[in-house]
């Protein structure tokens, strides 16, 4: 979800979406996603083709573009986060409202993750057991160590996220550590795509990563900026209204006006 701390004021915002409510829209999505895998191929014979046989393709070619949605999804979360932190969310479309998107942005990216993951099961080539998914570091005959990263990564997501639901309990300061494992857990998630996908090498690919990562960089240098700038040079409260003699002895008559 985020991956800063909240500005002054940001701890008033309260999760728009309740625990039922996040692990029922996980569910939901997930059940869609594998609906239209079964209904699709009947609409278009084609994809039914790419879904069954030896050596079926649409299974992989479905997890590869559900890991550039889910961590496009991942991306725009942080940027929401950090455009609250620093300030920059107060434009448009205001904190309250980017705060809300922040967290449904994060949730839908979430469960294209899963998807993601469950979705490569119907690949034949690699032949993943859903052991091996729920493992890290265990797909021995698949680059183990940036999937085990990746894995990771998707861990360190979902309880980022189930954070936000149980902060009353665990409190402000561990709700606020936790989001700062969001770096990690982005940089988890480059490094996985970048050294366990097969889209790596391709010259669009290449300049996503860059654009995405560079972007988050100019935020966050925006965000510690910012903060400096603060510490050094904080902004003075307004000076207390001194009252004088002349405004104590204005009182209110009988009538309801002011008399000096």
Same mark, same amino acid.
């Given at each position: 979800m985020s991956i800063n701390t909240p500005p002054s004021g940001q701890n008033d915002f309260e999760s728009s979406v309740n625990l039922q409510s996040f692990?029922?829209?996980?569910?939901?999505?997930?059940?869609?996603?594998?609906?239209?895998?079964?209904?699709?191929?009947?609409?278009?014979p084609n994809m039914a083709f790419s879904l069954s046989g030896n050596a079926p393709k649409a299974y992989w070619y479905l997890s590869r573009?559900?890991?550039?949605?889910?961590?496009?999804?991942?991306?725009?979360?942080?940027?929401?986060?950090?455009?609250?932190?620093?300030?920059?969310?107060r434009l448009w479309p205001g904190a309250p409202a980017t705060f809300a998107i922040h967290e449904y942005v994060s949730l839908l990216g979430l469960a294209f993750?899963?998807?993601? !993951? %469950?979705?490569?099961?119907?690949?034949?080539?690699? &032949?993943?057991? *859903?052991? @091996?998914?729920?493992?890290?570091?265990?797909?021995?005959?698949?680059?183990p160590l940036w999937v085990g990263i990746g894995q990771i990564?998707?861990?360190?997501?979902?309880?980022?996220?189930?954070?936000?639901?149980?902060?009353?309990?665990?409190?402000?300061?561990?709700?606020?550590?936790l989001h700062y494992?969001?770096?990690?857990?982005?940089?988890?998630?480059?490094?996985h795509g970048l050294f366990s996908?097969?889209?790596?090498?391709?010259?669009?690919?290449?300049?996503y990563y860059w654009f995405s990562a560079g972007s988050l960089i100019f935020l966050l240098?925006?965000?510690?900026?910012? !903060? %400096?700038?603060?510490k050094l040079f904080p902004?003075? &409260?307004?000076? *207390?209204? @001194?009252?004088t003699i002349q405004d104590e002895k204005k009182v209110i008559n009988n009538k309801g006006q002011v008399t000096p």
């Open positions: 692990l029922l829209f996980l569910l939901a999505v997930l059940v869609g996603l594998l609906v239209a895998v079964i209904v699709l191929p009947i609409w278009m573009a559900t890991a550039f949605a889910s961590l496009s999804l991942l991306w725009l979360s942080m940027a929401l986060g950090l455009g609250i932190t620093n300030k920059m969310a993750a899963v998807f993601h !993951a %469950v979705v490569i099961l119907g690949d034949h080539y690699i &032949k993943f057991t *859903p052991l @091996q998914l729920l493992m890290p570091f265990s797909t021995v005959d698949y680059r990564g998707f861990y360190i997501w979902a309880i980022v996220a189930l954070s936000f639901y149980i902060r009353p309990a665990i409190g402000q300061k561990t709700w606020r550590f494992a969001s770096f990690i857990m982005y940089l988890m998630g480059i490094f996908g097969t889209d790596s090498g391709a010259n669009w690919a290449q300049k240098v925006v965000r510690i900026v910012g !903060a %400096v700038i603060d902004a003075r &409260k307004p000076a *207390p209204v @001194q009252r």
